[in-house]
């Protein structure tokens, strides 16, 4: 970009400006990637918005100037997501999963700049986005790449085509033909319908869709009959209703009035633009609260609480505001004046959570790669706490799920287990939630455990087991040793005496209530905690 130009020195103020409020504010503020997405998306905004004023203004050279480097921020941004082959996909909220989210998330605040793009910076994001969109992606991703794509196509007319092209790939993916549908029927109910050229289009899409209104697969067939219905009932509205032939008005008399066809057009959630109607025009004046103007709410908000997503990828308006007001009582050049004055305060809920937030952690979800890859040798090569946990004895596959999980969580040496088999079984993967991808498990069965455990006694491992005899230890005045292996005994008889004999101690969890019994997965897993709990002390103690 031309460094000679005033208006870099500017952004590079406002940069500076956005960066020093975490050393100037007089409130506690966590500084993470949650404020530093805030913080650049406020900036862009602001750069956005004085493109458009500048255009309005007729001082195009200087929008020019502003769009340039907008449009090189989109390019920049967009090779951030990697389009993803079949093989390569990956996990739900993986490094990946986020990125992706992000990149099309911050790429819907860019929607209003979509409209001055220049005829070859448009190509080249056609282009590329049409790649990316032609890729595996989670749904949660593809909502937002809708989304952008929508706004760009209606402001760029001339990449229609595309749209009616794809329309009428009847063997297509249906991940790519829902998103196909999805920003067809939004473009075609955004369009001035008295334009001839949009009237043809629509008469097109109109006819696609119909044709996908025979399709045997169920979420297609939804959106079809959903949005042919809608784009039939507007036209009708507008006085276009002479633009329908006999097979349009047959389909959509056959839609309305057969029984199934009226429950599909009741799930109002076959389309994600359902919460976004309010959308349709948001770009039409400028001097709108900003907030609503570029849409805050439902990019960072309601499409996240929606679909469920992690509490740390939601970012509700208020923390926006709270940013662009820098907390300080410095107020920020995005809020026009009269927004300024209205001195509305941020729930204290909001305020409350800019300061403190509950912090899921998935294990390895920090980390740069993918299981489908790396998984064998992350499992081999980290350093694990020297605790191994037994349950060849055990045969209930929600218990040996939730020691998966439990042992994956504190990062023990292994689990053993009796058949590796259960690994597959649905409900041992619902509840380990992935554990068994990230912990090594080893098949001993009942026949064979006698001779594992005396071989691990002779490399060194303290064979511990959990039950109460006669001469067992109080967990609370027990002390792990170094290397610790813990065996679980059966749900219900326990450890069998065989087993007891060769142990070298037994410890028995206190317990002060009337049932003299814990679940054996509840009983290994406050083993686990008090054996990492111990670790963590003695590591303290010696530094």
């Known amino acids: 970009y031309r460094a000679?130009?005033?208006v870099v020195?500017?952004?590079?103020?406002?940069v500076h400006e956005y960066s020093s409020f975490f050393m100037s504010t007089t409130k506690p503020l966590p500084q993470t990637d949650l404020y530093v997405r805030i913080t650049a998306s406020v900036f862009y905004m602001n750069l956005i918005r004085q493109e458009i004023l500048l255009y309005n203004a007729g001082e195009k050279e200087k929008a020019r100037e502003i769009g340039e480097f907008l449009s090189l921020s989109v390019e920049t941004i967009l090779k951030q997501d990697v389009p993803c082959e079949l093989g390569d996909?990956?996990?739900?909220?993986s490094p990946i999963h986020r990125l992706k989210i992000r990149v099309w998330q911050t790429l819907g605040l860019f929607a209003p700049h979509f409209k001055f793009m220049s005829e070859e910076e448009a190509k080249r994001f056609s282009d590329r986005a049409w790649a990316n969109l032609e890729g595996h992606s989670h749904k949660t991703v593809r909502q937002h790449m809708d989304y952008c794509m929508c706004y760009f196509i209606l402001y760029n007319p001339q990449y229609c085509f595309t749209l009616l092209e794809r329309l009428k790939r009847y063997n297509e993916r249906s991940d790519i033909l829902h998103s196909v549908i999805t920003i067809s029927g939004f473009i075609v109910l955004s369009q001035d319908m008295k334009v001839v050229e949009n009237q043809s289009f629509g008469l097109s899409v109109l006819r696609g869709l119909a044709a996908h209104c025979c399709t045997g697969?169920?979420?297609i067939l939804k959106m079809s009959h959903y949005f042919f219905v809608k784009i039939?009932?507007?036209?009708?509205?507008?006085?276009?209703?002479?633009l329908l032939g006999p097979c349009e008005e047959s389909m959509y008399d056959y839609i309305m009035n057969n029984e199934e066809s009226t429950r599909h057009r009741e799930d109002h959630k076959v389309t994600f633009l359902y919460c976004a109607s309010s959308t349709l025009d948001r770009y039409t004046n400028i001097h709108s609260d900003p907030f609503e103007f570029f849409c805050i709410e439902f990019l960072f908000y309601s499409l996240g609480k929606e679909d469920g997503y992690p509490v740390m990828e939601i970012i509700h308006p208020d923390l926006f505001k709270s940013l662009a007001n820098n907390q300080t009582g410095k107020k920020s050049s995005l809020l026009t004046d009269s927004e300024e004055d209205k001195g509305e305060e941020i729930d204290p809920e909001v305020s409350h959570q800019s300061l403190d937030?509950?912090?899921?952690?998935?294990p390895f979800s920090e980390l740069e790669y993918?299981?489908?890859v790396f998984r064998e040798s992350i499992i081999n090569s980290k350093p694990r706490q020297q605790l191994i946990v037994v349950a060849s004895l055990i045969d209930k596959i929600p218990n040996l799920a939730g020691l998966a999980r439990t042992g994956e969580i504190f990062n023990i040496h292994s689990l053993v287990v009796s058949n590796r088999k259960v690994e597959t079984s649905p409900t041992f993967q619902e509840i380990s939630v992935t554990a068994e991808k990230w912990i090594p498990i080893v098949e001993v069965t009942e026949e064979n455990l006698k001779d594992y455990l005396l071989k691990k006694k002779e490399e060194g491992w303290a064979l511990l087991g959990v039950e109460q005899t006669a001469n067992s230890v109080d967990l609370t005045k027990f002390q792990f040793p170094p290397k610790s292996l813990l065996l679980l005994g059966k749900e219900k008889e326990g450890i069998p005496v065989e087993f007891i004999q060769i142990l070298d101690t037994c410890v028995e969890i206190p317990q002060l209530g009337v049932i003299r019994s814990l679940n054996v997965h509840v009983s290994g897993?406050?083993?686990?905690?008090e054996f990492t709990r111990q670790q963590m002390l003695s590591a303290i103690t010696n530094e």
Do not use: A, P
């Open 9 to 14: 020195l500017e952004y590079e103020v406002r």
């Open 89 to 93: 996909m990956y996990r739900c909220w």
């Open 525 to 529: 897993s406050l083993m686990m905690f």
């Open 370 to 372: 993918e299981d489908n």
């Open 357 to 362: 937030f509950q912090r899921k952690i998935t």
């Open 4 to 6: 000679d130009d005033n």
């Open 232 to 242: 039939i009932d507007q036209w009708r509205n507008i006085g276009l209703g002479h």
């Open 217 to 219: 697969h169920v979420v």
